[in-house]
């Protein structure tokens, strides 16, 4: 069964360093989304796209993220410089085009010290 | 803004009984509906989607859609331990970007 890979599934980094994570989609998913999940809070919208097109990045704090899915297919979402609140889940999910439901990949869980 | 609300329990339930797990939204325009479980430390995984009003029905999950109340609900039939995770509401309103709720964690006890 097609699944949604992300790497690394941990990271620990220290303070104003820079992190990346990176994730691949099942394999004609035109659609890519990077959610940022708190421990005991709900998936939180960072980024959706839409083939290589930004759709919504309403939510992403701008001065220190940035994503990019250059081909439409894989995507990366770098942090630079990362805080000690940027400790979290961070989540891919892939969902045919036109379809809501979505498939997520294993997360990245990421602890800044 | 459109929100989700999820009572974060934990809702306790004894092995073999109904879990009930309630969810409710703000946006009116929604139209599509989900309930993902997510164990400690992974992933969501798709349990269910609904869309129409009424009940709809999967294995021992049914998940109810009442949009007038703007209300959706999740009944865990024969409850097992296994089911023991947070479940996740999350709903759509046609942009194809869902809102989650906070989540709310069961605990099926033996």
């Known amino acids: 069964e097609a699944e949604v890979a992300q790497s690394p599934r941990y990271k620990i980094t220290e303070k104003s360093q820079a992190v990346a994570f990176w994730c691949d989609p099942i394999s004609g998913h035109a659609t890519l989304y990077w959610y940022r999940q708190i421990l005991g809070q709900g998936p939180e919208l960072l980024v959706q796209f839409q083939d290589e097109s930004v759709v919504d990045d309403s939510q992403l704090p701008k001065d220190r993220f940035s994503a990019e899915r250059l081909k439409g297919v894989d995507s990366t979402l770098k942090i630079q410089p990362a805080e000690l609140g940027d400790s979290a889940m961070y989540l891919c999910?892939?969902?045919?085009?036109?379809?809501?439901?979505?498939?997520f990949g294993p997360g990245t869980r990421l602890l800044v010290l | 803004q459109k929100e989700v609300e999820q009572n974060s329990g934990p809702l306790s339930v004894p092995e073999g009984a109904i879990a009930s797990l309630n969810c409710t939204y703000s946006?009116?325009?929604?139209?599509?509906f989900f309930w993902y479980r997510q164990y400690s430390g992974k992933s969501p995984e798709l349990i269910m989607s609904i869309y129409s009003n009424g009940d709809k029905e999967d294995g021992r999950f049914t998940a109810q859609l009442n949009k007038a109340s703007q209300y959706v609900s999740l009944l865990i039939r024969d409850s097992q331990p296994s089911d023991s995770a947070t479940y996740l509401c999350a709903a759509s309103g046609g942009s194809y970007i869902p809102t989650f709720g906070r989540g709310t964690s069961l605990i099926v006890h033996p």
């Open positions: 999910a892939s969902s045919p085009r036109f379809q809501e439901t979505q498939y």
């Open positions: 946006d009116r325009v929604s139209q599509s």
